[in-house]
């Protein structure tokens, strides 16, 4: 009497057997999240954080060339779009474009305040001199 099997053992290794699977659910537009956002919801925010925190954190990057302040920036950033999300207007752009647009303007005015404080000066810094002018031994 031939062995029997559940399955028969030439088709163990084939694409022929039929595998259920669960496909993730289809992720919500941006327009739809910033919809989400304007109605203060805190999970539609911490989506779009996660989708375009290094997005962001690179647009402010550019211009501040500083990782520190490029940080603050993002952060500061989300804070926008969490206040402001109800003023987006999908028909003006993209989302992506409204987004680069607010992590720009934060950056310059990041760079801008940046520029205000007094600090010493990177070429007197360079130079190896120290506050008297003398030269290092």
């Known amino acids: 009497m031939p062995a029997r099997y ?3 053992p030439d088709t163990l290794f084939t694409t022929s057997i039929q595998r259920p699977f669960m496909t ?6 941006d327009a739809v999240l910033l919809r989400q956002i304007a109605q203060e919801d805190l999970a539609a925010h911490r989506e779009l954080c996660a989708r375009y925190r290094l997005f962001v954190y690179a647009e402010a ?11 603050l920036a993002a952060a500061e950033a989300f804070q926008e779009v969490w206040r ?5 207007d999908p028909g003006a752009g993209t989302a992506v474009a409204w987004l680069s647009r607010i992590a720009r303007s934060v ?3 990041r760079r801008a305040s940046v520029r205000d ?3 010493q ?7 190896g001199r120290g506050e008297r002018g003398a030269r290092p031994l």
């Open 6 to 8: 559940l399955i028969p």
């Open 24 to 29: 993730p659910p289809a992720p919500a537009p």
């Open 61 to 71: 990057y550019a211009i501040l060339w500083d990782a520190a302040l490029a940080d």
């Open 84 to 88: 402001s999300a109800g003023h987006f």
């Open 107 to 109: 950056a310059l005015r």
């Open 117 to 119: 404080l007094p600090s």
């Open 121 to 127: 000066s990177p070429a007197s810094s360079e130079s």
